[in-house]
């Protein structure tokens, strides 16, 4: 079983597709929603059912999210913030996290680079996720998120994947069995062509 959370539609359509999730870049409340019900549909199949497959997320661009909350946030002069947290972050880190604070488990798969990518798999560790992450040059993203009277994000642009960092990626991928569940999860960097997903939901559709 595939899911998809991605903000482009991949040309091609496979029957092991059972969710394919458009998701608006402008709508913060949208992407969060989509997440839920990915968690919710995991999360009942296992629990309902006598399925005892590996869930899998995979994750691209994994972030250290660095979230402050600002009284009257004003661009262009000194703010001061009322709150901080610090966080992983990345859809598919999100879908793995949700799904271990209910109680299922699941491997999150992605790349990680530099010592922000060393504080991400930490972090990770620390909430309890199984986490397998493939080591890339540079440094993971941060993401700053401001919540004030409107939410503003600043998102970092991420480690740099390499076709080799690809191949390792589906050679993990291949392990997946029947009954499994693959969550394909957020935008492809730069570095990484649009087929990517294509190429994935292909191997899974084998």
């Known amino acids: 079983v595939v899911y ?23 709508s913060l409340v949208l992407r969060r929603e989509i997440i839920v019900k990915t968690v919710r549909k995991c999360y009942n199949v296992r629990k309902e059912t006598e399925d005892t497959g590996m869930i899998y997320t995979v994750t691209f661009s994994p972030s250290l999210d660095y979230t402050v909350t600002v009284d009257n946030f ?5 703010n001061r913030t009322r709150g901080e947290r610090i966080a ?14 209910l109680g299922v488990e ?4 992605g790349f990680s680079g530099g010592f922000i990518g060393d504080a991400i798999e930490k972090m990770l560790a620390e909430e309890g996720v199984t986490a397998d992450m493939i080591r890339c040059a540079g440094n993971s993203r941060i993401n700053v998120k ?3 009277r ?4 600043i998102n970092g642009t991420g480690a740099v994947i390499t ?38 939901l292909a191997m899974a559709a084998e």
């Open 146 to 148: 401001i919540k004030s």
């Open 74 to 78: 004003e661009a262009g002069t000194l």
């Open 106 to 109: 699941s491997t999150a798969l």
């Open 4 to 26: 998809l959370l991605n903000n482009k539609t991949p040309e091609n359509n496979f029957n092991t597709i059972n969710a394919v999730s458009q998701l608006n870049e402008n």
């Open 163 to 200: 076709p080799e960092g690809i191949s390792e990626l589906k050679r993990r991928l291949v392990a997946l069995t029947e009954g499994d569940f693959l969550v394909l999860a957020g935008s492809v960097p730069a570095s990484v062509t649009d087929r990517t997903y294509c190429e994935l």
């Open 150 to 153: 409107a939410e503003t994000e």
């Open 88 to 101: 992983p972050g990345g859809k598919g880190v999100n879908v793995s996290i949700m799904l271990h604070r």
